[in-house]
């Protein structure tokens, strides 16, 4: 079993960063890709960015050039460094693990993330 704990979120104006943090624990092991999704008011969740074994990244369009993701293996700890937001950013941010042979079934609690324009 795995748990997930996000933290970091906040209130930040346009143009500004925040850094997410995701705390894994439990059978980590388990866990081949970790990834961060954001759902806003009124829309679906998407997929925001993803980290293979700690090495290989994806980002979605909207987010490419402006955040990054990382991992610390020896934390157990997944990142995202948001940096440009814009208000389009505002939403509940995400942190989910994809295990070997499997769907997007682990989740954290969410932390919500916005910015003001």
């Known amino acids: 079993q795995v748990r997930l704990v996000e933290s970091g979120g906040g209130l930040v104006q346009a143009g500004g960063s925040l850094r997410l943090s995701c705390a894994a624990s439990?059978?980590?092991?388990?866990?081949?890709?970790m990834g961060w999704h954001r759902q806003a008011p009124g829309k679906q969740r998407e997929l925001v960015a993803t980290?293979?074994?700690?090495?290989?990244?994806t980002y979605a369009d909207s987010v490419k050039g402006r955040f990054t993701i990382s991992g610390d293996n020896a934390k157990g700890t997944v990142y995202l460094q948001m940096n440009e937001l814009k208000a389009e950013d505002t939403g509940v941010y995400y942190c989910?693990?994809?295990?070997?042979?499997?769907?997007?079934?682990?989740w954290g609690q969410g932390t919500q993330v916005t910015v003001s324009s």
């Open positions: 989910a693990g994809r295990p070997y042979g499997s769907g997007w079934n682990i």
């Open positions: 439990g059978s980590i092991f388990s866990i081949n890709v």
């Open positions: 980290i293979r074994r700690g090495e290989t990244t």
